[in-house]
């Protein structure tokens, strides 16, 4: 069974950097599609971004799109989502969820698509 831990929220000033990480064990972390997802409060969760089994394949939001780089390391079977430029309308809980909806060109996009998913870690984003 995949296991998904997330790590490196925290508390950021508007413009700031962070660098979350998606750690996996249980199953090689290799044979499925990584999602990030973020949930604000009182919000619906909405994908982030996404990245296919074997890194070359890459997809964002609008709104985070030359921001964010999502990347993944599947020989240390962990997943990067660099956030740069941070703004307060991104303060949520970020989750790493795990597809097995492979293929590179149509990547899963929505959270019922993903079958595994780590236990989110808190991103604020405030002066």
């Known amino acids: 069974q995949l296991q998904l831990v997330e790590s490196g929220g925290g508390l950021v000033q508007p413009g700031g950097s962070l660098t979350l990480s998606c750690a996996a064990s249980?199953?090689?972390?290799?044979?499925?599609?990584i999602g990030w997802f973020r949930q604000a409060p009182g919000k619906e969760r909405e994908g982030v971004s996404r990245?296919?089994?074997?890194?070359?394949?890459?997809e964002y939001i609008d709104s985070v799109k030359g921001r964010f780089t999502i990347s993944r390391d599947n020989a240390k079977n962990t997943v990067y989502l660099q956030m740069n430029s941070l703004r307060p309308e991104y303060t949520a809980v970020y989750y790493c969820?795990?597809?097995?909806?492979?293929?590179?060109?149509?990547?899963?996009?929505?959270?019922?698509?993903?079958?595994?998913w780590g236990q989110g870690t808190q991103v604020t984003v405030s002066s």
């Open positions: 969820a795990a597809s097995q909806n492979t293929t590179p060109w149509r990547l899963p996009r929505l959270a019922p698509n993903y079958h595994y």
């Open positions: 249980g199953s090689g972390l290799n044979y499925y599609t």
């Open positions: 990245i296919s089994t074997g890194g070359g394949h890459t």
